[in-house]
């Protein structure tokens, strides 16, 4: 996409792919060709350097927008709560996982909430990555309601003297009113024992191989529990995730970490270049 | 709706006569789009939409029907022809046991769905073992013994072994104890990770399944048709379990991947209980994906 080709419309229609393929929502595409088509034909843009350059730039503009930063909420007092949630199977158990190896090795005495208390041995896979990690789980009986155990939980955290408190939950597909509310519940409990503040981070965990879908999902999500960020999990696969750049868009949620694989150390901070950059790869 | 958009694109066509290019070019726009939002694969569309173009042009605007009418019926039927006329039942060998192998990206539901395969089965009347054979995910042997006492199904585990070696002991212990249908259920892999891509296919050669399905999560985007196609060319899958349809995503990847891997879809998942097991209907896929 580089060189000094000339702009054609058929220069247009490979990055009109590369982002459809990217899955960038449509009309997030279509709107920056169009942006694109305009600044061509006013003479504004000289080769195809320059268009990429420009599609880049709009992007990063729209990632950067409001001073989006992938820097996580610090608690003015501890501990700092972060509570994770999502749909099935995205990465959640594993991104709370890495993010506690993270902020151990910064120094900082962490604590996981075994908030799932449904699926085939959720508490189990959480505990053993406690062990691997060799941070604290707090976790409740069996079928206990996932509320408790985060009231146990936050208890726990203030009496070790946590810096920080991370919330594993239940994979939940935003369609399921029941489920929701049951997250509601949570996140209630969660204000209710932090002296009326919310978690200081809300998370949702999308996989980066999910399409169109993750805005329905960023959408009922935001709406339930307000959601203060991103984790794109699974961008070590070939897909790469560009629907986050809608979600930012629309719903003006920033992305703060990025998964890179299954071990301790797979988790990054968000980077808009690096990840605009792979778009185009 | 697309029925609803290509409504207003027909709006000035009246009367009789037939559909003229200009006619189908702006209709054929719409049905690009809804395919796009819905999650197939681009090239897929490419290919689709030249189809539709191909049936839809110079087709008479027959009495009592409306042109976008027809336009969405032409769709509708290429679309569920593609999906994939029939349904495809499992297959089961002549010589016990019938090895089933479940494979997939991480967190598609394989795990799950294996424990719902081995419900439907034993109610069929069939006595099936599942086999743990991922040794990689924290806790997944547990998961898979916590499902298969869910579905009161055995599960067969061998302690410090590589999956190959387990899922060579786990057919004998079939053999051994007369289960007439081994599960196997793997580790998630990336189709671009080449030693684990290795792995499953040793397990392949050593087993020799019956049936090499494929676990895919409906929500799955463009990315599906390069995950199918890296799984089906290192294995030359039987079939594709669609899984979490109980969501709302519109679930475009079936035709993304049914067009460029051509295996049927055998299942659908519906749900996290062990029940939520469902056979694959194209017709009502079809018009899940047109919305
Ligand atoms: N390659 C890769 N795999 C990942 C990544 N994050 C998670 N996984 C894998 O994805 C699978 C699902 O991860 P989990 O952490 O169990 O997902 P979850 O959202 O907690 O799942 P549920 O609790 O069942 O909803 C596991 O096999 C993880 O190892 C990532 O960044 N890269
Ligand atoms: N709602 C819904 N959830 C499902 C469905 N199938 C699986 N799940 C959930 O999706 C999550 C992942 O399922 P698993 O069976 O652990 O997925 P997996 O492919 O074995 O994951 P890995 O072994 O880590 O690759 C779990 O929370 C399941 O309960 C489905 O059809 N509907
Ligand atoms: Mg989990
Ligand atoms: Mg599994």
Redesign the interface.
């Known amino acids: 996409f580089t060189g000094r080709g000339k702009i054609d419309e058929e220069l247009l229609e490979e990055l009109e792919e590369a982002l459809i393929g990217a899955d960038l929502n449509i009309h997030t595409t279509m709107r920056a060709l169009d942006e694109l088509r305009a600044m061509v034909a006013d003479k504004r843009l000289k080769d195809a350097t320059d268009v990429t350059d420009h599609l880049k730039r709009f992007l990063w503009d729209t990632l950067m927008a409001g001073g989006a930063s992938p820097v996580l909420s610090v608690a003015p007092s501890a501990p700092t709560v972060y509570l994770i949630v999502g749909v099935n199977g995205v990465g959640k158990t594993t991104s709370v996982a890495k993010l506690a190896y993270k902020l151990q090795r910064e120094g900082k005495r962490v604590v996981l909430a075994a908030a799932d208390t449904f699926r085939a041995a959720a508490v189990e896979q959480l505990a053993l990555w406690g062990e691997r990690v060799g941070v604290e789980v707090v976790k409740g009986r069996d079928g206990a309601d996932p509320a408790a155990v985060v009231f146990d939980a936050i208890q726990a955290a203030k009496a070790r003297k946590a810096d920080y408190l991370l919330i594993d939950t239940a994979g939940r597909l935003h369609n399921k009113s029941h489920l929701m509310e049951e997250l509601k519940k949570i996140n209630r409990v969660v204000m209710r024992e932090l002296g009326g503040r919310s978690a200081d981070e809300t998370l949702l965990v999308l996989d980066a191989t999910t399409g169109q879908n993750a805005v329905n999902q960023a959408r009922e999500f935001k709406s339930a529990v307000s959601i203060t960020g991103l984790i794109l999990a699974k961008l070590d696969g070939t897909a790469r995730g560009g629907i986050v750049i809608t979600i930012k868009d629309e719903l003006n949620v920033p992305i703060k970490l990025i998964g890179t694989g299954e071990k301790p150390g797979d988790m990054e901070y968000f980077d808009a270049q690096t990840f605009i950059d792979a778009l185009f790869e | 709706s697309l029925a609803d958009k290509l409504q207003d694109v027909f709006k000035k066509l009246s009367g009789k006569g037939a559909l003229t290019e200009a006619d189908v070019a702006e209709a054929l726009r719409e049905v690009r789009?809804g395919l796009?939002?819905?999650?197939v694969n681009?090239k897929v569309v490419k290919d689709f939409i030249g189809r539709i173009r191909e049936r839809a042009v110079g087709v008479d605007i027959l009495e009592g029907l409306h042109p976008a009418q027809q336009v969405i019926k032409i769709v509708d039927e290429e679309l569920t022809a593609l999906l994939g006329g029939e349904q495809a039942p499992l297959s089961f060998s002549a010589k016990s046991p019938t090895v089933i192998m479940l494979c997939g990206?991480?967190?598609?539901?394989k795990?799950t769905h294996a424990g719902k395969l081995a419900q439907m089965l034993r109610k069929q009347g069939r006595n099936p073992l599942l086999v743990a054979a991922d040794i990689?995910?924290?806790?997944?042997i547990?998961?898979l013994?916590?499902?298969g006492e869910?579905v009161r199904t055995p599960v067969f585990t061998l302690d410090g072994a590589d999956p190959t070696k387990i899922a060579q002991a786990g057919v004998a212990e079939a053999i051994r104890a007369g289960n007439d249908i081994v599960i196997l259920d793997t580790a998630g892999r990336?189709?671009?990770d080449e030693t684990l891509m290795a792995e499953l296919q040793r397990i392949k050669v050593a087993v020799k399944p019956q049936e090499i399905l494929l676990v895919v999560?409906a929500?799955?985007?463009?990315?599906?048709v390069?995950?199918a196609q890296g799984f089906h060319e290192a294995l030359d899958v039987t079939g594709l379990i669609l899984t979490?349809l109980?969501?709302?995503?519109?679930g475009?990847?079936a035709l993304s991947i049914k067009s460029v891997v051509g295996r049927p879809i055998k299942f659908v998942g519906v749900g996290?209980k062990m029940d939520a097991l469902e056979v694959f209907h194209p017709d009502r896929m079809a018009s899940r994906i047109l919305g």
């Open positions: 789009l796009l939002e819905a999650d681009f990206l991480q967190g598609a539901g795990t990689y995910r924290p806790a997944a547990k998961q013994q916590v499902v869910q990336l189709q671009i999560d929500m799955t985007g463009q990315e599906a390069a995950v979490k109980d969501g709302d995503t519109r475009g990847a996290e």
